[in-house]
């Protein structure tokens, strides 16, 4: 397939203009006629006119290229309207044709944010967003829009934008700030006493479960340029602190990962190197380097699929024994079910061959995440998670072999229609349920961070 031109993208989404029959040129030197037959001025058309009327008027200048006597009008008539909805969509038609494509953004998320299932306009709004140059947030409604069962020509235009997205995006950034509350910040039990090789020990506080307030930024950057038509160099780098009162158990992760990506119509494979730094406590933690092979694939309108393997070698600098490759692999299936929902099944599986025979494990994650716009600006995605980590060892300290299952909870919320200097605010609340063949390593977890983030 050929690279496709942003003109002649913009072309093939035709369709998604004003549907109305074309129409002469209204220009305001050769104005309508009333229902008498003498000229009117445009400014004067919503005294002789019904708002309905003016509207159809507004829709021909439009389509006539005559946008700003076209926004006039509806302006004058939009507190008016038989329908509301449609002269503000029209107004973020005329936004659009007068490239003031951050206005017509605002127009279109406006609208959705009061009925989220407009596919025409979240179709818009996605054109919008890939003319402004945002084209991570362009993407997402291009695939919910698919969802909606576009018919066959309207497909084709989505995916041509989906095409030249994908070629064109080099460098985007995002930052994160939440405050997050914990009940459980070091992941340890509430028990006080431990049996260690058949005798008792009283815990030390460090290890008993601790609660508190945290304070958590991130933040990342990625660079694509292109190589080649098809071939791109996929590179990032990721940060996130958490800091609590003290220091014991503040948390410092830096990743980052390089590689090419190859890219055909539906199908994008990438192959990168990866790495990791942690520090705990403000001690060095573990690090690894490693590399990965990712896949994405667009099979139908509505599913996606993508899988990662990944291979890591980790060296924990406090506990040799720990210290050992890291197998992974991740996969993930998208189905769309309408312009404002979809479903996501996830697996994964990692295998860790840690030094020590009894801490070697592999874990197997199962889970089902659900998207949702719902009215009122809210977006909710919730997803229910299942670990299974069974051990292969029997760990000496306790005369057993370790079998642990996890049960998850994630829920996230976005306020889309409330934006702070580009900031939008979020809420995620995530609950952990670990049970174990050791007691020692039971414990549960309420998180909840409350925050803003921006994506550049």
């Known amino acids: 397939m050929k690279a496709v031109g942003y003109g002649a993208v913009l072309r093939g989404l035709a369709i998604l203009?004003?549907?109305?029959?074309?129409?002469?040129?209204?220009?305001?030197?050769?104005?309508?006629?009333?229902?008498?037959?003498?000229?009117?001025?445009?400014?004067?058309?919503?005294?002789?006119?019904?708002?309905?009327?003016?509207?159809?008027?507004?829709?021909?200048?439009?389509?006539?290229?005559?946008t700003d006597p076209a926004r006039r009008l509806l302006e004058r008539i939009q507190p008016l309207a038989p329908d509301p909805i449609e002269v503000r969509f029209l107004l973020g038609?005329?936004?659009?044709?007068?490239?003031?494509?951050?206005?017509?953004?605002?127009?279109?998320?406006?609208?959705?944010?009061?009925?989220?299932?407009?596919?025409?306009?979240?179709?818009?709004?996605a054109r919008a967003l890939f003319l402004n140059e945002e084209d991570e947030a362009a993407e997402h409604h291009f695939h919910l829009a698919l969802a909606a069962q576009p018919p066959g020509p309207v497909a084709d235009n989505i995916k041509a934008f989906l095409d030249a997205i994908r070629a064109r995006k080099d460098f985007r950034w995002t930052v994160g700030l939440s405050v997050a509350p914990d009940t459980n910040i070091n992941v340890a039990p509430e028990d006080e006493r431990v049996d260690l090789f058949g005798l008792p020990f009283v815990l030390d506080d460090d290890a008993r479960r601790k609660s508190g307030v945290g304070f958590v930024a991130s933040g990342g950057a990625e660079y694509s340029p292109n190589l080649s038509q098809r071939t791109k160099l996929e590179s990032n780098v990721?940060?996130?602190?958490?800091?609590?009162?003290?220091?014991?158990?503040?948390?410092?992760?830096?990743?980052a990962a390089i590689g090419p990506s190859f890219r055909w119509s539906r199908t994008t494979i990438s192959a990168q190197a990866t790495g990791y730094y942690r520090w705990y406590g403000h001690q060095a933690y573990n690090r690894s380097i490693g590399a990965q092979l990712n896949w994405e694939q667009d099979v139908a309108r509505r599913w996606r699929v993508s899988a990662t393997a990944g291979y890591q070698q980790v060296d924990y600098l406090l506990n040799d024994d720990l210290d050992g490759p890291l197998y992974s692999f991740i996969a993930a299936v998208t189905y769309g079910l309408s312009s404002r929902s979809y479903l996501r099944g996830v697996f994964a599986v990692?295998?860790?061959?840690?030094?020590?025979?009894?801490?070697?494990?592999?874990?197997?994650?199962?889970?089902?995440?659900?998207?949702?716009?719902?009215?009122?600006?809210?977006i909710a995605y919730l997803q229910p998670e299942i670990t299974f980590n069974p051990y292969k060892g029997v760990q000496p300290a306790f005369n057993r072999r370790r079998n642990d299952t996890e049960f998850r909870v994630g829920l996230s919320l976005i306020k889309?229609?409330?934006?702070?200097?580009?900031?939008?605010?979020?809420?995620?609340?995530?609950?952990?349920?670990?049970?174990?063949?050791?007691?020692f390593y039971d414990y549960d977890r309420h998180r909840v961070e409350i925050g803003v983030s921006r994506k550049f």
């Open 238 to 255: 990721f940060v996130r602190h958490s800091e609590y009162k003290g220091s014991q158990f503040d948390d410092t992760l830096v990743s």
């Open 17 to 66: 203009a004003v549907l109305v029959a074309p129409a002469p040129a209204l220009a305001e030197e050769a104005p309508p006629a009333d229902a008498a037959g003498v000229s009117v001025p445009l400014d004067r058309l919503p005294e002789v006119m019904t708002p309905a009327e003016v509207v159809e008027v507004a829709k021909r200048l439009i389509l006539a290229g005559q």
């Open 416 to 439: 889309r229609d409330i934006n702070l200097w580009g900031f939008s605010p979020e809420v995620r609340y995530t609950f952990v349920k670990n049970h174990s063949s050791i007691d």
């Open 93 to 125: 038609t005329v936004a659009l044709a007068e490239k003031r494509h951050a206005d017509a953004v605002k127009i279109y998320r406006d609208i959705l944010t009061e009925q989220p299932g407009l596919t025409r306009v979240r179709l818009e709004l």
């Open 350 to 378: 990692n295998y860790e061959r840690a030094d020590a025979v009894s801490l070697r494990n592999t874990e197997w994650r199962y889970g089902l995440g659900y998207y949702r716009e719902f009215g009122w600006g809210i």
